[in-house]
């Protein structure tokens, strides 16, 4: 593919349900990462990966939170028990090198109800 | 506490004008600067960088400018052209650990409208 895909487009969950949301970088790219995007704010980071080892996961908000990108691919994030203020756009992104810009997914729009 | 401070929501110019959107940062260990453009419903698009190194990058209609004493930055589009009218993030990056820049640190985006 063209670009990094993420799905689903949007999500609904009643709270404290496990959501999943994927991630399918651009084919050769080692890094990945995770943002999230609150309404009217810009992305925070919320984990790294280079190929399949999870070097940074400082920003995720609490151990509900989990990623993973077992055969240094395709990643999930996922959120267990999910609550309202997980609600947000899910943004995935992949470079190809250490100078290299992100590019990111369209995002996934989790809402909490 | 925002390490990167975008302070203007909006901004509002007239096509084939300049449009100059402002970027104010805090962390002194900030060395990689970007800008990214986001139209609804989709992810950021990367448009153009600079390392601190440089105080001037230029890409065609767009010039990033860094100065750093003052620990702001700012993007000239020049014309404006309605399609250009998005939401423009600013981010910015250190060096981690390791010696690789990987996570951005964003501000809060200005909406660009560009009027035909």
């Known amino acids: 593919g063209a670009g990094v895909s993420q799905s689903p487009r949007y999500k609904v969950a009643k709270r404290g349900q496990d959501v999943a949301l994927r991630c399918d970088p651009i084919?050769?790219?080692?890094?990945l990462f995770w943002y999230q995007q609150a309404l009217g704010q810009g992305p925070e980071f919320l984990t790294y990966?280079?190929?399949?080892?999870?070097?940074?996961k400082s920003g995720l908000p609490s151990d509900r939170f989990f990623a993973e990108r077992p055969e240094g691919s395709v990643s999930t994030l996922k959120i267990q028990r999910t609550q309202q203020e997980d609600s947000a756009v899910y943004l995935c992104?992949?470079?190809?090198?250490?100078?290299?810009?992100?590019?990111f997914g369209n995002g996934t729009r989790l809402t909490v109800t | 506490d925002q390490q990167v401070k975008q302070n203007s929501p909006s901004l509002s110019v007239q096509e084939g004008r300049i449009s100059i959107l402002n970027c104010d940062y805090t962390?002194?260990?900030?060395?990689?600067f970007l800008w990214y453009k986001k139209y609804p419903a989709e992810g950021p698009t990367f448009l153009i960088s600079?390392?601190?190194?440089?105080d001037k990058n230029e890409d065609g209609r767009f010039t990033v400018f860094l100065n750093k004493s003052a620990k702001h930055l700012s993007l000239h589009i020049v014309p404006s052209q309605p399609g250009d009218s998005a939401v423009y993030f600013c981010?910015?990056?250190?060096?981690?650990?390791?010696?690789?820049?990987?996570?951005?640190?964003f501000g809060k985006g200005t909406l660009l409208t560009v009027n035909p």
């Open positions: 992104a992949s470079r190809q090198g250490r100078w290299s810009p992100l590019h």
């Open positions: 962390n002194s260990m900030f060395d990689y």
């Open positions: 990966f280079q190929n399949e080892a999870q070097l940074d």
């Open positions: 981010a910015a990056s250190a060096q981690e650990s390791g010696g690789s820049n990987y996570k951005l640190t």
């Open positions: 084919s050769g790219h080692v890094s």
């Open positions: 600079i390392s601190s190194i440089k």
